[in-house]
């Protein structure tokens, strides 16, 4: 059963604009920021270290078992890839979409992982369209077209697939075998993950609700567990203990919710 109740506390303030968040081998917990245009890692004392510097504005991020850091890049539009030590990326695979700045077409954003297939979850936001992609960048398959604008992806563990619809109002779930379902009544939903009890949990920051929200799959109940202090609620990541972590990029804070 999923936890109740959570308490919350900040764990990082005032250190850039955090964005997408994810935990590398270690358990540290990794942000981007797309504005600042840097990776960092939040260490266990709360100092940060300063990973990469990209100027193609880094959002989505992936870790691999040896290290490698696997990232969307917003304004070039591409995936690539980072090897322990290297202080270069490498891309991996140029998307067809083209961004701007038009309203629900700017590029590249969050990306995910699918544990059952060790392939990436490519989310194309100006084409609306979503891809499977092999870890070298050399597969590259359709997966879903016609979303508005899909921003954030998550999988589970049996290979379900769900997007975030930023400028649809809606979350998608894509199954294994490639039925795709549409559950609305969002407002502008950025990130997505299941939580591994039948829920999945969606970052919203439309500016009136500007929440995190657990949506339970089965009954369609709806729960706010965090709204106090956002102004602008971005990324989203649990830890192997059930902590959730959710970032603000425009009240410059990260913050934790432990299971009470």
Not at 63 to 70: E, F, K, V
Not at 71 to 99: C, H, M, Y
Not at 159 to 181: L, Q
């Amino acid at each position: 059963m999923a936890p109740q109740r959570y308490t919350a506390q900040v764990v990082l303030r005032g250190a850039g604009r955090p964005d997408d968040l994810i935990f590398d081998q270690q358990g540290h917990l990794l942000f981007s920021d797309e504005i600042n245009k840097t990776i960092s890692r939040l260490n266990a004392d709360g100092s940060v270290t300063l990973l990469l510097k990209d100027t193609n504005g880094p959002e989505g991020l992936i870790t691999l078992p040896d290290g490698t850091l696997i990232f969307s890049e917003q304004d070039s539009n591409q995936i690539v890839s980072l090897a322990p030590g290297a202080q270069t990326p490498t891309v991996l695979r140029t998307l067809p979409g083209t961004p701007s700045t038009a309203n629900c077409k700017h590029g590249v954003d969050g990306i995910a992982l699918d544990p059952t297939t060790n392939t990436v979850i490519v989310p194309d936001s100006p084409t609306g369209d979503v891809y499977r992609m092999s870890l070298d960048g050399k597969r590259f398959t359709l997966l879903a077209s016609g979303i508005v604008r899909p921003v954030g992806a998550g999988v589970d563990n049996q290979g379900n697939i769900f997007i975030a619809d930023e400028c649809g109002n809606a979350i998608w779930r894509i199954t294994p075998d490639g039925k795709k379902t549409r559950i609305g009544g969002f407002g502008m939903p950025d990130d997505v993950v299941p939580d591994g009890y039948g829920n999945v949990l969606v970052i919203d920051l439309e500016p009136s609700i500007h929440s995190l929200i657990r949506l339970n799959l089965v009954t369609g109940k709806r729960e706010t567990l965090g709204s106090q202090g956002y102004i602008e609620p971005q990324g989203l990541g649990i830890d192997s203990h059930g902590n959730i972590f959710v970032s603000d990029d425009y009240a410059n804070l990260i913050m934790k919710y432990t299971p009470a």
